[in-house]
Structure formats: C-alpha cells, structure tokens
C-alpha cells in the first residue's frame, strides 16, 4: 500500500503538472487520519465567489454550518446552505446525498470538476466527508481548489477520544470548544470531560450549591486558586457544540476516591483519607451519600445527552485509611457480610451502577472496577494500567466492552522527548509520537478475536504539571493526531513517514488555532 500510495501521489504530481486547466500546483492527498481508499483522477474542482452546499434532510444543516463556518475561518471562503427538494445540476455545488447502507460514520466523497458530492447514511458521516474536503482545499494565486478524488471512508473504531482533566488545572469553555473543533477535524468523536478530582469540583450542581462555592477554588499548583467552574448553561452550550460536530461528550465524576473537593464541601460525606490523602473517599457506608450522588447524576444525566456516565473509581486505597477504623464502615462490612475493605468499595460500586442504570445509563470505570461485580451489559471498561496488560484480557474474558487507554502510549502528560524535563515517565519509557502512532500494536495478541468488544481508544491528559494553555496545547499536540489515526485507520493502511508528512500539513491548521504544538 505505502509504494501504491507514494506511485499514485508521484502519478498525481505529473497529472497536475501535465493539466490543461493551467492547474499546475502539484498538490498531495493529505488528509489526516489516512482514509481508507482515495482514488486520485485528474483536474480539481475550483470555488467560486460563492460555493452553495445542497441538501434535502433538515436535521444536516447544523453540522452543514459548522463547515460552513470553517471554510470561511481557514480559508476565507463563502459557502451557502440551500435545501433543495430535487438533486439540481447547478453550477460549483456540493451535493449532499443521504443513502442508505453505508456503516455508520462513514462516507463517500467524490470532486469532480464542475460539482462534489458527499454520500452517507447519516449526519456523521456526511460532517466527516466534509471535514476531508476541507483537508483538501489549498488556496493558490488567491483560488481555492480541490483535487478531483473519489474517497471512501470508515472508521475502525466506533470510540476515539480525548480525555481532558479540568479539575487539576481549570480550562475554560473557550479553550474546550478551540479543542472540539480539532477533534473534529481529526474525526474524534467522543469528549471525557474530567471534570471533578482531588484538587476542585468544576460542575455547577444545583442541589448542591457548596460544591462550587467551596470546591471549586484551587489547582493542583495554587491551594488558593479562585473559583474556577462551570455553570450549567455552560455545560448545555458545550455538549450542543460538541454535538453539531459529532462528539458525545461523557462526563466523569470520580468516586469514591478522587473526592477531596467534595469532602470540604460536604464533610457530612466524606470518607476521610490521612496525611496528603485526607479526605479523598466519599463515606460508603451512609445512605446519605448515595442520596446525594443519586441527586447529583439526576442533574448530570440531564445534562449530557450521552448513554453513558463515567464514575472513575480508581486508586481508592490511596486514601482509605479511615475506612479501616470507621466505626460505621466496619460495621456495615460485617452486617453485609462483605469481608473487607476492597468488599465495602466494590459495594460502593456496584450500588453506584444502579443509580446510574435507573437513570438509563451505562456505567463507565476505570479499570477497578472489573471485579467489583458489575456486569458487562451495565458497564464499560476503561483500561488504563499498561503495566497490567492482564487486566485488558481479563476484562475482555468477563465480557466486558472496552475502551484501551494504557498510560503508556495514551496519557499525554508523560514527557515526548527524552530531554523534556517536566511531565511523567514509566521508568525509562515516555509516549514519544512514533510510540503513540504504533499503538494498538503491543496489545493486539491480547485482543484477538474479541475485537467486537474494542470500543475504541482515547487519549487522556491530565494536568496536575499542565497549568496553563500554552502547555497544554503542548502536550496535546501533535500526539493527539497520532490517536485520531491509530482510531481510524486499519494498520495495513498506516505508515510513519508518511503520517508525518501530513502531520505538517496539519501544523498550518494548528497556526492558525494560534496552537502551540511540540514541534
Ligand atoms: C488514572 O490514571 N488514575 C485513571
């Protein structure tokens, strides 16, 4: 594929050369993630003072505005929208076809000279055939052309995320939707909004007023950070943001660790935790506080239209000392006969995934949560611990759905040069962005013919050592384009070199972001 593909652009370039258009800009097929089959043919389609998009089903129009929005944005085109009842040949059109039979999220693309037309079954697919034109569009002596192609696309995974931790550091909502907007053109499509841990609670909870009024000052470098949240209507406009360009986005509210900011909010709940933990657990043995997290995902699951609510549930024993003397706790252990401290918090979740299964949602864990007793139709794995590759197959054996994101090569906050001096290592390992695009390879024998429950992959930054936007822009990219292609692109189909001769064709998009990328 690699020689077929470098022949075709060769080929490509002296067909461009050769046209009697006067077209002679050579141009590459740089599309980023790689689709899955272009077909290159000569000549290109030129925009004019106007380009007017054609479409029949009403419900395509936002995501229609959305690109509408980023022709003018990156390249100071004008397209319109028209809906129109009949496919009408009018002149410097792009047609949108909804058909039916295609995979979700996939697409057909076809420039010809004089129309384009975008075919898919729904609205994903069609937003994803334009997002790949646009990858095509280059502007030269001030007109803006595409190459004429036949593209047609899929994804591999159905789940390609990014996972962002607002809780350690706050970033606000201009900074979230700067980042859907790349997430979208690299065709990510689902958000894990970390949104509340040790450091502060970042989500305005109307039953709770002291969660943001107390918990939602400080930062993981600045005890007296102020207040730094989101209100609700925040919420609602990034969700519909998001979902105009097909991203769910999948709240976590991290318990029953992780929960320091909820604990000075709320002491009455708290579980306590000692020295540098103090005060990390929600209490699991109070009926209080499963009122108060069941009044708290009511409000959530308004919220977030997604199916799915990520309650963390990791690294309890850090800070569960207190469950060890807890006179209640000890008590509710032995009266239901659940032997230990490890049995008190498997209860704490598995009494949790109801709550969020009466609300009619799947629960999403880290991967604590595979032996806690919860079933596969209710939850969803998140594998995280890379050092123990075991847990992804046994996840897998008990059934369960998963999604891969191992530190190692998924967590952006470890360092991606050896001489990078802050963010995490795993002994001498980091997540430079040849490891990050080789992934899933490593994991794939374990995976074997249970592929079906691979929901996908994601990447995760968290931003105990990321405090300001500069920063994170900086361990977020490039990396982040290298998952959206591990995501998308079957691995027969990939290959570094030429990866990251489109990684710097994407770098004028990320310029234009004002986006400081690890160059
Ligand atoms: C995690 O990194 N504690 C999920």
Redesign the pocket.
């Known amino acids: 594929y690699y020689i077929m593909n470098k022949l075709l652009k060769v080929l490509y370039t002296i067909t461009s050369l050769l046209a009697v258009y006067g077209y002679t800009h050579a141009q590459q097929i740089n599309i980023l993630p790689q689709p899955q089959e272009i077909k290159i043919s000569s000549g290109s389609f030129t925009f004019g003072k106007t380009t007017t998009i054609r479409y029949f089903d009403s419900s395509l129009l936002p995501s229609i505005n959305v690109i509408i929005g980023e022709a003018k944005k990156r390249y100071g085109l004008n397209f319109t929208a028209h809906q129109s009842y009949m496919i009408k040949e009018g002149g410097n059109s792009i047609h949108i076809q909804l058909v039916e039979g295609m995979d979700n999220e996939a697409y057909s693309l076809e420039i010809l000279p004089h129309k384009i037309i975008c075919k898919a079954s729904g609205k994903a697919g069609i937003f994803y055939g334009l997002q790949s034109l646009l990858q095509l569009i280059s502007i030269d002596n001030k007109k803006a052309a595409a190459p004429c192609v036949v593209i047609n696309d899929k994804p591999l995974y159905p789940w390609r995320g990014y996972m962002l931790d607002i809780s350690r550091h706050f970033f606000g909502k201009e900074t979230v939707k700067q980042y859907l907007d790349v997430m979208a053109s690299l065709k990510l499509n689902r958000f894990h909004w970390h949104l509340t841990d040790e450091q502060a609670w970042r989500i305005e909870i109307k039953k709770y007023p002291k969660l943001t009024e107390i918990g939602s000052s400080g930062s993981w470098s600045d005890v007296d950070a102020p207040h730094a949240f989101y209100t609700q209507e925040d919420i609602k406009e990034v969700v519909a943001y998001a979902a105009e360009r097909n991203i769910m986005v999948i709240p976590e509210i991290d318990m029953p660790g992780?929960a320091t900011a909820i604990s000075r909010s709320y002491p009455e709940i708290s579980g306590g935790g000692e020295g540098r933990w103090k005060g990390f657990t929600y209490h699991p043995a109070k009926e209080l506080t499963y009122e108060f997290i069941e009044n708290v995902f009511t409000e959530i699951a308004e919220l977030f239209p997604a199916p799915y609510i990520h309650i963390?549930a990791?690294?309890v024993h850090f800070g569960n000392q207190s469950w060890f003397t807890d006179p209640l706790i000890q008590d509710f252990i032995k009266k239901n006969y659940l032997i230990d401290e490890i049995g008190m918090e498997h209860y704490f979740v598995r009494r949790v995934c109801e709550i969020i299964n009466s609300k009619g949602k799947k629960m999403i864990g880290?991967d604590e949560i595979i032996n806690t007793g919860v079933t596969p139709k209710k939850a969803v794995v998140?594998w995280?611990r890379h050092d123990k590759p075991e847990l992804l197959t046994q996840s897998l054996q008990k059934g369960f759905d998963v999604i891969m994101t191992p530190?190692i090569p998924c967590?952006f906050d470890f360092v991606q040069d050896d001489s990078h001096k802050i963010g995490r290592r795993w002994g001498k390992a980091f997540n430079e962005l040849h490891t990050v695009y080789a992934f899933p390879s490593g994991v794939e024998e374990r995976i074997g013919k249970r592929d079906k429950q691979i929901l996908g992959m994601q990447a995760?930054v968290?931003t105990e050592r990321i405090a300001d936007k500069g920063r994170l822009d900086f361990m977020t990219f490039p990396r982040l384009l290298a998952i959206a292609e591990d995501a998308w692109t079957p691995k027969e189909l990939k290959n570094y070199n030429d990866f990251e001769s489109r990684v710097k064709v994407f770098m004028n998009y990320l310029n234009k972001l004002g986006i400081k990328f690890f160059n």
């Open positions: 992780h963390g990791d690294e880290w998140m995280w530190r967590y995760n968290w």
